[in-house]
């Protein structure tokens, strides 16, 4: 996806490994909120959801964490501050979601998928593969500061795709895959 977005910039991160001048601050406020859902789905695994309050500290744990010589470029209203309000705001309605049943086989299930013998392999993490009464999903958590158009969905539907394939090839036998929305 990544490469698809600006095939210049996977160059300079991937290839090249470049430090960036700046981390923006929208991709450090979705992998502080994926690492807090990731440790709300842990311990959902052994009863409920932890308290907002507690995922929260997670977040900002994971903000504070950013190397301090590559500075978070926030926008023009944003800062520190916004962007711990909106988590919780987020989180706390991703908390109250009402879930069917369902068992988790999976949690940041890690998978490989080979392309051709002369290129490198393609790797993922799926953020969650559920069992539930009749079929296997595979859940994946987005933030996003407005709701989802039918475009923004089909933009992503060829990452849910090769989730799919991923969870094909490590035996779970997917036949749904679907996105969380945190909008």
Known sequence: YSYRQCSLKFKFQYVDRLQPAFVPAPLVFG??????????????MTGAFPPVEELLQI??????SQDPAI??????KENRDTMIELARRMLTVWTSWERP???????E??????????LP??????????ELEDHVAVL????SRSRWSEEDVAQHASQLALYRAGAADTRIGIVEISLETTA
């Open 59 to 64: 977040f900002t744990r994971e903000i504070d």
């Open 101 to 107: 049943p369902a068992r988790t086989l999976a949690i």
């Open 71 to 76: 500075p978070i470029r926030f926008g023009e």
């Open 31 to 44: 992998s502080a909120f994926h690492r807090a859902v990731e440790e709300a789905l842990v311990a959902s």
């Open 121 to 130: 392999p393609l790797v993922g993490k799926i953020d969650q593969v559920l």
């Open 140 to 143: 994946d958590v987005k933030t």
């Open 109 to 118: 299930h890690d998978f490989r998928i080979p392309i051709a013998e002369w």
